[in-house]
């Protein structure tokens, strides 16, 4: 860390901060800390507008605070950094070479943006050609994959196929059989296509599910089971090697990470199921937040000022868990996803440079769906003995059509946490005493479609990579899952030496 940098610490360090509520005798506060993107969909009398209202206001961020953080993004380079991240600079410098997500949305170098155009120009005439019955009467995808290659595809599918999908999807990704075993249980092997997902193609836990969907399909007289599966990739050679048609693999550019790859051909059951229309408006949802975060400065900028009040909690305040509460049963899953986003991208304790990061990273990141949660968790969010940020994240329409007393006890009951969070009620009696002065922010979407959703990851990628550059992490690697899958492939392969425990472990499982 340069001296100016840890000089601006040493002072974010002796800020002194006033409680939430103090900071709300500014009448202009909510002005100044809740601001919305927006996009415009449709064109003539179809147009619209719509958004997201991002309100920090109940954080501990204050002029004084927001001015250190603007400072220590300057010494961090962060305009620059940025500007290398858009431009297609090696970025990921550990592994020498650019991310390119946002060219999958439009925005990007010209060369990154029309290759991304073209891919999805081939994706796009495979999920119309399986629309339109040219692949035989297709009812089922099995979708395998792991990591980043499933958990975007299983969001998205979640969030958005509530009402009906196109094609009945299932993301499997678990090694475990039964995972497998429960999609076979949901699928007629006579309509069933089979995705295999993977960047590198190698990944043992999806090529064990793609053998097994094959056999399966077999098994159950599908006459050419191979000429079921589609391959979604950044290792095209590997995909033909397996045995797949190359008019069937849908590559991507290795420079899009595994976590960010939603938007490439790992999209592609995301497509399949929504139709490609509103695939594209899950596009220009991010795009808009691409756009945001590109051309915007300092703390109007909202993943950069999320990212001030993310640096605060974990490095000045001691926060070692953040907690993000969807009050929409559709995000159930957007806890897992952003975990994933959040945690290997950012669970380091180097920097790019390969020095010690010198303060605490990327927080553990929880949470789950209100109000389910508020009997469950809640108690310790507002008595416990840890600080813990809280996110909340609604949508004003509603995704049921019951009556809007449904929508309306959510929606006050999410409201109602960030407020009683806050405010707290001081009480003589211990048990039922209440501090408040407990922080959270609060995502207002004015409803959740494919557009809203490819914004809220778009605004969570970027918050990830803001807090990255205010760290001097690189948050495109993630090395840290090396070992581990050597260890298993060393087991696998016998003969080797291990700590007594393990070994006691594989000969009691029968494994030695
Ligand atoms: O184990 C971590 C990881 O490398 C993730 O980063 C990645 O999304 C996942 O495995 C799956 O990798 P692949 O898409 O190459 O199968």
Redesign the pocket.
Same mark, same amino acid.
């Given at each position: 860390m340069s001296d100016t940098a840890a000089s601006i610490w040493d002072t974010l360090k002796a800020h002194q901060p006033q409680t939430l509520l103090e900071l709300f005798s500014d009448d202009g506060r909510v002005g100044k800390l809740s601001d919305r993107i927006d996009w415009h969909m449709g064109e003539g009398d179809s147009a619209m507008t719509a958004g997201i209202q991002f309100d920090w206001s109940k954080t501990h961020l204050d002029d004084g605070l927001m001015d250190q953080f603007e400072q220590l993004a300057e010494a961090m380079d962060f305009t620059a950094k940025r500007a290398a991240l858009f431009g297609g600079e090696a970025i990921n410098n550990t592994e020498g070479r650019a991310a390119t997500h946002t060219a999958q949305r439009g925005v990007g170098t010209d060369a990154a943006v029309e290759e991304a155009a073209a891919l999805h120009a081939r994706m796009k005439m495979l999920v119309k050609a399986i629309h339109d019955g040219a692949l035989g009467p297709i009812k089922h995808l099995i979708h395998v994959?792991?990591?980043?290659?499933?958990?975007g595809p299983a969001l998205a599918i979640d969030a958005l196929t509530r009402d009906l999908a196109k094609v009945d999807v299932h993301v499997v990704s678990n090694i475990d059989g039964t995972a497998l075993e429960q999609a076979f249980a949901a699928c007629d092997p006579q309509t069933t296509m089979i995705a295999v997902?993977?960047?590198?193609?190698?990944?043992i836990?999806?090529m064990t599910n793609a053998d097994s969907a094959l056999k399966w399909l077999a098994d159950n007289g599908v006459a050419d089971p191979s000429g079921r599966v589609v391959a979604l990739?950044?290792?095209p050679e590997k995909a033909v090697e397996w045995g797949v048609d190359e008019t069937r693999i849908l590559p991507f550019n290795e420079t899009v990470?595994?976590?960010y790859?939603l938007w490439s051909s790992?999209g592609f059951p995301v497509a399949l199921a929504i139709g490609w229309e509103e695939f594209t408006e899950f596009l220009a949802g991010a795009r808009a937040v691409d756009q945001h975060f590109r051309d915007t400065d300092g703390r109007a900028n909202l993943p950069l000022r999320a990212a001030f009040a993310d640096q605060y909690y974990t490095r000045i305040r001691g926060c070692q868990t953040r907690a993000v509460f969807a009050y929409d049963e559709r995000l159930g899953l957007f806890p897992d996803y952003l975990q $994933?986003l959040e945690m &290997?991208s950012n669970g380091k304790s180097v920097t790019a440079a390969g020095d010690p990061v010198g303060g605490a990273t990327a927080p553990i990141t929880w949470g789950g769906v209100g109000t389910d949660a508020q009997h469950a968790v809640f108690q310790l969010l507002h008595q416990g003995t840890h600080l813990i940020p809280v996110d909340f994240i609604a949508s004003i329409a509603p995704g049921d059509d019951l009556d809007p007393a449904h929508h309306r006890i959510l929606l006050t009951n999410c409201f109602a946490q960030g407020a009683a969070l806050m405010a707290g009620k001081a009480s003589d009696d211990g048990a039922r005493n209440f501090e408040g002065n407990r922080p959270s922010a609060t995502m207002l979407c004015d409803d959740l479609d494919a557009a809203t959703l490819g914004a809220l990851i778009a605004f969570h990628e970027h918050r990830t990579f803001a807090n990255a550059m205010l760290m001097g992490i690189n948050p495109f690697d $993630?090395f840290g899952? &090396?070992l581990g899958?050597q260890m298993a492939n060393a087991i696998e392969a016998g003969g080797q030496s291990f700590d007594a425990s393990t070994h006691a472990l594989l000969a009691r499982a029968d494994l030695s």
């Open positions: 994959g792991i990591g980043g290659s499933a958990l997902a993977s960047k590198t193609f190698t990944t836990e999806t990739t950044a290792s990470g595994g976590r790859s790992i $994933q &290997e $993630q899952v &090396e899958k």
